[in-house]
Nanobody, 126 residues
Framework: QVQLVESGGGLVQAGGSLGLSCVASGSISGTIFRINYMAWYRQAPGKQRELVATITRGGNTDYSESVKGRFTISRDNVKNTAYLQMNSLKPEDTAVYLC????????????????WGQGTQVTVSS
């Protein structure tokens, strides 16, 4: 299996910036895997999980209308890492941000899974 671990959340004032990272690693030493698409979601208290941004292995990106022009998703295929740069943050961006990826594992067994991280809290104060 492949684990996703997010980092970079925190507290920021409205108008500020934060950068999130999501690193994928095999739970067993020597795991061979390939990450297909990667995505960032967010979930605020009492609200449904929202898709924020996606990026294909080739680098094609897509964004929700609520973050377009403010957030930038990127990835490093060598480091198995996805990033989310968030600028001009608003209080309504406050949420737990979760990393999601479709991962194809070659060893120790061949399978394709949809993996999720535990999330990182982003709080934007007004």
């Amino acid at each position: 299996q492949v684990q996703l671990v997010e980092s970079g959340g925190g507290l920021v004032q409205a108008g500020g910036s934060l950068g999130l990272s999501c690193v994928a690693s095999g739970s067993i030493s020597g795991t061979i895997f390939r990450i297909n698409y990667m995505a960032w979601y967010r979930q605020a208290p009492g609200k449904q999980r929202e898709l924020v941004a996606t990026i294909t292995r080739g680098g094609n990106t897509d964004y929700s209308e609520s973050v377009k022009g403010r957030f930038t998703i990127s990835r490093d295929n060598v480091k198995n890492t996805a990033y989310l740069q968030m600028n001009s943050l608003k209080p309504e961006d406050t949420a737990v941000y979760l990393c999601n990826a479709e991962v194809t594992t070659v060893w120790p067994r061949s399978e394709t899974n949809d993996s999720w991280g535990q999330g990182t809290q982003v709080t934007v104060s007004s």
